[in-house]
Nanobody
Framework: QVQLVESGGGLVQAGGSLRLSCAAS????????SAWFRQGPGKEREFVAA????????SYANAVKGRFAISIIDANNTVYLQMNSLKPEDTAVYYC??????????????????WGQGTQVTVSS
């Protein structure tokens, strides 16, 4: 069993930055792939970024490339999402996800076994 808890969301002006954290507990050592997804009002859940634990391979949605960065700190079993140059369209509930598999197709929500409760990010214009 793995438990994921997100934090770091809040209200920020367009052009600003936020860093989201996803702390893993339980059998966190089994995680091989981690990701961030988001869901805006009236929208489907969409992929944001992913990273593998073994070699730190990353992937990003086109909408956030060059602005967001995903990373891992092994010492505290935490996955981060650094968000820069935020836009109003980034407003959403952000969820972290994890899988015991090293995923090749990282953008598919159903590939992930564990999910956090979500943290709200609101970007004002």
């Amino acid at each position: 069993q793995v438990q994921l808890v997100e934090s770091g969301g809040g209200l920020v002006q367009a052009g600003g930055s936020l860093r989201l954290s996803c702390a893993a507990s339980g059998r966190a050592f089994t995680i091989q792939s981690s990701a961030w997804f988001r869901q805006g009002p009236g929208k489907e859940r969409e992929f944001v970024a992913a990273i593998t634990s073994s070699d730190r391979t990353t992937s990003y949605a086109n909408a956030v490339k060059g602005r967001f960065a995903i990373s891992i700190i092994d010492a505290n079993n935490t996955v981060y999402l650094q968000m820069n140059s935020l836009k109003p369209e980034d407003t959403a509930v952000y969820y972290c996800a994890a899988s015991p598999n090293r995923l090749v197709f990282t953008s598919i929500p159903t590939a992930y076994n564990y999910w956090g409760q979500g943290t709200q990010v609101t970007v004002s214009s």
